[in-house]
């Protein structure tokens, strides 16, 4: 997988290149010629950024998937007036 590297006048005047690019890899923006923002396919992205299960898909899980786990019980006192001075 390679990349492209386009100067930001060139990302300006022909966006559509850009993104055709993103298909052999990143698409490197420079402003006055230093790296500042990178291109690419929503798919790179994904895998980039990894797709961990959702919270719904946690509090979802059936009960045969069930965690053992036990809490420790409190003790001593579960509250306490706040101080105050």
Same mark, same amino acid.
């Given at each position: 997988?390679? /990349?492209?590297?386009? /100067? /930001? *006048?060139?990302?300006?005047?022909?966006?559509?290149? +850009? !993104? !055709?690019?993103? +298909?052999?890899?990143?698409?490197?923006?420079?402003? *006055?010629? *230093?790296?500042?923002?990178?291109?690419? /396919?929503?798919?790179?992205?994904? !895998?980039l950024v990894g797709k961990g299960a959702s919270i719904i898909d946690l509090l979802s899980a059936n009960e045969h998937d069930a965690i053992d786990f036990e809490a420790p019980r409190a003790s001593g006192e579960l509250f306490r007036p706040a101080d105050l001075s």
């Open positions: 997988m390679g /990349s492209t590297t386009l /100067s /930001s *006048r060139e990302f300006n005047q022909d966006a559509s290149r +850009a !993104k !055709k690019a993103t +298909a052999g890899g990143p698409v490197f923006i420079t402003d *006055r010629g *230093r790296p500042a923002h990178v291109l690419m /396919s929503i798919e790179d992205y994904q !895998k």
